[in-house]
C-alpha cells in the first residue's frame, strides 16, 4: 500500500513537472509571437496579427485608446482612423488575458527602394579606447600607465581642460605634458568622468600612455532606402568597432560612391564579401551620416545624388504584413542593381535584436551563383513583398551563407523618423 501511494505521488509529481514545463514553454512562444507594440496604418482595416497556430486558440480586441472606454465594436467592422495610440488586448480561448499590445496609429510612408553600394567614412565623438598595452621607457623597463585606468569603449573627450578630436590632438597633448600627471575627460557608458594618467617617457621629448585608439572608420554598404525629402536609411545594422563590438559614437560622416570590383563568394564557415573602392572625390559626396543607431545609419542625400535617383516611390509594409514565402532582394553585385528572388522563413514579430526581425534565405541561382548567397557589404540590401519595402539584410549565417537575418524596413523608418 505505502508502495502504491509512493508510485503515485511520483507519477503526480512528474505529471505536474511535465505540466508546468509545457505551460511555461507555451508561455514563451506565445510571447515571441505577440509582439509588445506595433503600428497600423491609418484608415485601415484591423488585420489579424496573430498566426496560426496561435490564431486558433487568442483572440485578439481592441481594449482602450489611450482616452477612451473600451470598445465594444464587432473587430471585424473596425477602421483604424483615430491618430492617437491604442492597446489590442490578447485572451486565450477569448478568457484568459495574455498579452496586450500598445499600437501606434501612422500614416503609411512611401520611399524609394536603392540597393547600390556606398562608401561609408565615420568620425567618432571623441577617440574610442581599443584597449591599454605596455610602453617601453627610456630606462628599458616596460610600463603600463593606462592599465586599470581607461577601458575598452571609453571615449576620451579632452586633455586637461582642452577638448580633443583626433589622435593628432591626443598625442600633441601628451607629448606637452613632460611626463606630468594629464586629466582625461572621458565618457564612460554615457557618464562623464576625469581619470589621471601619468605618462611614460619613450624618447626624446616623446611620451606614451600605452593607450591603443581609433577616431574613424570606412566601409562599404548597401543604400536600403530614400524618401521624398531626401532621408535615406543604410545598412539595417549600427556600426561598431571591430576590436571592442561596441557602437561607434558619431561625431560626423559622409556617403561616397563605390564601384564593386570584385566578389568572393561565402562558404560554410567563411562569409563572402563585395571588395570595392570608395572614391573620396568631396565633389561626388552623396549624402552626409547624423545617425548610427542598431537599425542602422541614416542621414540626408545632397540634392544633386537626389536628382539622379531612379525608381518609383513604393509603400513601407508593416511587420504584421509580411508573409513568409517569395520575396525579392535589391543589391549590386555586378556593377548593376538587380532584384534576386529569396525566400522568407520565419518572421519574428517580437525579436529582441532590432535588426534580426526575419530569416531569409537567398533562392535565385543567379546570385548563388555569383555570391554564394549574402555576403558581407550587402547589408541594407531592400527585401520587397507584394510591392512593399518590408525590411533589409543585415546578417548572414556563418555556416550557411544562403541564409540570414533582415529588419523590418518600419524599425528603420521608426528610428529614421
Not at 511520483?10 to 507555451?26: C, D, E, H, N, P
Not at 506565445?30 to 488585420?47: A, C, E, H, N, Y
Not at 573620396?280 to 545609419?297: F, K, L, P
Request: net charge negative; charged share 25%; proline share 4%.
Amino acid at each position: 500500500m505505502a508502495k502504491n501511494r509512493k508510485r503515485c505521488r511520483k507519477i503526480i509529481i512528474s505529471v505536474l513537472t511535465i505540466v508546468l514545463f509545457v505551460s511555461a514553454t507555451g508561455a514563451f512562444l506565445i510571447d515571441r509571437s505577440i509582439p509588445d507594440r506595433l503600428q497600423v496604418v491609418s484608415g485601415d482595416r484591423k488585420t489579424q496579427i496573430l498566426r496560426y497556430p496561435f490564431d486558433t486558440f487568442i483572440e485578439e480586441n481592441v481594449a482602450q485608446a489611450a482616452s477612451q472606454n473600451g470598445s465594444n465594436i464587432p473587430q471585424d467592422n473596425l477602421k483604424m482612423s483615430s491618430q492617437e495610440p491604442y492597446t489590442i488586448e490578447c485572451k486565450l480561448f477569448g478568457v484568459i488575458p495574455v498579452k496586450n499590445i500598445q499600437v501606434d496609429v501612422v500614416e503609411r510612408s512611401k520611399v524609394i527602394p536603392c540597393g547600390s553600394p556606398v562608401g561609408i567614412y565615420m568620425k567618432t565623438r571623441g577617440i574610442l579606447v581599443v584597449g591599454t598595452g605596455a610602453v617601453n621607457g627610456m630606462d628599458g623597463v616596460d610600463y603600463e600607465p593606462a592599465a586599470s585606468v581607461v577601458q575598452s569603449g571609453d571615449y576620451i573627450l579632452g586633455v586637461n581642460g582642452n577638448p580633443i578630436s583626433d589622435k593628432k590632438e591626443l598625442i600633441s597633448r601628451i607629448n606637452e605634458s613632460g611626463g606630468s600627471d594629464i586629466t582625461l575627460e572621458v565618457q564612460r557608458k554615457g557618464e562623464i568622468t576625469d581619470l589621471k594618467v601619468k605618462p611614460v617617457m619613450t624618447g626624446t621629448s616623446e611620451y606614451k600612455t600605452g593607450i591603443w585608439v581609433r577616431d574613424d572608420t570606412q566601409g562599404i554598404g548597401t543604400l536600403t532606402y530614400v524618401d521624398e525629402n531626401g532621408n535615406y536609411g543604410a545598412l539595417g545594422h549600427g556600426i561598431s568597432d571591430v576590436d571592442t563590438s561596441t557602437l561607434l559614437s558619431l561625431q560626423e560622416g559622409k556617403l561616397y560612391p563605390s564601384d564593386i570590383i570584385s566578389v568572393v563568394k561565402g562558404e560554410k564557415g567563411t562569409p563572402g564579401e563585395l571588395a570595392g573602392v570608395i572614391r573620396y572625390d568631396e565633389n561626388e559626396v552623396m549624402g552626409s551620416i547624423t545617425a548610427n543607431t542598431e537599425a542602422g545609419i541614416f542621414g540626408k542625400v545632397t540634392e544633386s545624388f537626389k536628382s539622379q535617383l531612379k525608381g518609383t516611390p513604393i509603400e513601407v509594409g508593416l511587420k504584421q504584413e509580411i508573409e513568409t514565402g517569395p520575396a525579392t532582394i535589391r543589391c549590386t553585385v555586378d556593377g548593376t542593381v538587380k532584384e534576386y528572388d529569396i525566400e522568407i522563413e520565419k518572421v519574428l514579430l517580437n525579436s529582441s535584436d532590432v535588426n534580426k526581425s526575419m530569416v531569409i534565405k537567398v533562392t535565385d541561382e543567379e546570385l548563388l551563383q555569383k555570391t554564394g548567397g549574402i555576403v558581407q557589404g550587402m547589408s541594407g540590401s531592400p527585401i520587397i513583398q507584394n510591392g512593399k519595402l518590408i525590411g533589409a539584410v543585415t546578417h548572414v549565417f556563418i555556416q550557411d551563407s544562403t541564409s540570414g537575418f533582415g529588419i523590418f524596413a518600419e524599425n528603420m523608418i521608426f528610428v529614421d523618423s
